[in-house]
């Protein structure tokens, strides 16, 4: 991952992208924020270390002028962060641990991208701002609740972005926008501040594999402010997988696939034709790299209504009554309902989460990779939060149409959206792995594998998106 294009300096490429920001986002809707002269003074400081050091700058600074963007929850110390909510935000103005950890790198944040509120939605609409366009197509949705950095990536403004996924957050806007969408193992990135709910991982999102992949060290690790983040494993870890070979380091340090693996393959209810079509379209390429693939059932029951429980309750322990009317009607709906649960309801819905966690262990025990769409439909009208039949929260069914998403952030497995091709209507479909816990790199390393066999060109029509990010 480099900012070099040709000769120009890093104040001259951040230039032209915050020109592009300003030229094309009014249509699109990803940045609720960008970043100005502070920017462009790191620009010019990045310069002054290249000069003296030359390549030698980059040695603790691995992503020394890469521009990235941060999502509206993660706070940062020069950019407000309104978290999509009319609502004040009485968090302190600092960089929490991964923009911290990214400016530490020499990555330069551009701005601050679209989120629902407090990223209720698996969509990108608020009162904030208008909502989040596709760049494939400005009538449909970007998806969400990190709609705003996947269609920021997409659109070639900015190289990378940090978004966080409590249900499929990240997921599912790198599906629908054609970008890569990475949700590690909980924790590895820590989340600041925490959430009670335990569902929310933050993740980054590029264009390609390999980039998420350079994200990754810089990100991830304890800090003591998220009191569940952890530290990865060790790269010199050889433990064998289910498929019986070891998981080696690679030659970039991490875990490289071996080479076979044993991949149970889903289809989740409510899977499109189109959707299919484009996924199975992979089968062949995965069988052709030696890979042994099952097709199986959907290896658990539907934990839907165990996560409308804990989520609706940790919404309701975080908003007062008088704060409703400055609330999305969408996300009060939620809160009044978390109301009114019992304790006795939500350690049921606890109950229902163990259960899970239990299950998919016994599945991964057999497996080394699950995979299966992203989200089995189509990007859907971009002013709804939902398909129609979803779209009323009143039903409590805003996100029962991703029903391949919210299950790994219960188990805390690392899950990664990869583009794999686009449906008659030139809309991207995104090909979802999952991982045992802690096997992250065993996730980018399959993801990079079949990215390279695809060798697809996953940019979106219109304009050309050349001198802005690519």
């Not at 350079?214 to 990865?232: A, I, K």
């Amino acid at each position: 991952m480099s900012f070099l294009q040709g000769h120009v300096t890093v104040a001259e490429h951040v230039q032209t992208v915050l020109d592009a920001i300003h030229e094309t986002d009014a249509e699109l809707g990803a940045f609720v924020a960008v970043a100005g002269a502070g920017a462009l003074l790191e620009a010019e400081a990045a310069d002054r270390l290249l000069a003296d050091l030359g390549e030698a700058a980059f040695q603790d600074r691995p992503l020394l002028g890469v521009t990235v963007s941060v999502k509206d929850l993660i706070q940062t110390r020069d950019l407000p962060t309104r978290r999509g909510s009319l609502l004040p935000n009485p968090r302190t103005a600092a960089d929490a641990p991964v923009v911290a950890r990214l400016r530490a790198a020499g990555a330069i944040v551009v701005g601050k991208t679209a989120t629902s509120e407090h990223g209720w939605s698996a969509s990108t609409v608020s009162r904030v701002a208008g909502p989040t366009r596709n760049p494939w197509a400005r009538d449909r949705s970007a998806g969400g609740s990190s709609g705003g950095s996947a269609a920021a990536v997409s659109a070639g403004l900015c190289t990378a972005a940090v978004g966080t996924d409590g249900a499929g957050s990240v997921r599912i806007p790198a599906a629908f926008c054609g970008v890569v969408g990475f949700k590690p193992s909980y924790a590895r990135i820590p989340y600041v501040p925490p959430c009670a709910d335990r569902l929310a991982h933050v993740g980054p999102l590029a264009r390609n594999v390999a980039d998420v992949a350079e994200l990754m060290p810089v990100l991830d690790g304890q800090d003591h402010r998220d009191p569940d983040s952890v530290t990865p494993p060790s790269e010199s870890a050889t433990a064998p997988g289910p498929s019986g070979s070891a998981r080696v380091p690679g030659p970039s340090g991490g875990a490289r696939a071996p080479g076979s693996l044993r991949i149970g393959w889903i289809e989740f209810p409510g899977t499109s034709g189109e959707v299919r079509r484009v996924t199975e379209g992979i089968l062949p390429v995965l069988t052709g790299s030696g890979h042994r693939v099952d097709r199986i059932e959907v290896p658990f029951p539907d934990p839907y209504a165990s996560l409308v429980d804990v989520l609706a309750a940790a919404e309701a322990s975080g908003t007062a009554p008088e704060d409703e009317p400055w609330c999305d009607e969408g996300r009060a709906a939620i809160v009044r309902y978390g109301r009114s649960l019992s304790g006795a309801a939500v350690m049921r819905a606890e109950e229902s989460r163990l259960a899970l966690r239990a299950r998919l262990g016994s599945v991964m025990g057999d497996y080394d990779l699950l995979a299966m769409a992203t989200v089995p439909i189509e990007p859907f009208a971009a002013e709804t939060i939902a398909p129609s039949w979803a779209a009323d929260p009143d039903d409590l069914l805003w996100l029962a149409w991703s029903p391949a998403t919210y299950p790994f952030n219960i188990t805390g497995q690392p899950a990664l959206s990869l583009p794999v091709g686009v449906t008659s209507r030139g809309l991207p479909v995104g090909l979802q792995l999952v991982g045992r816990v802690g096997d992250d790199d065993l996730v980018l390393a399959a993801a990079g594998r079949i990215e390279a066999r695809l060798d697809l060109t996953m940019a979106p029509p219109g304009p050309d998106t050349e001198g802005k990010e690519s």
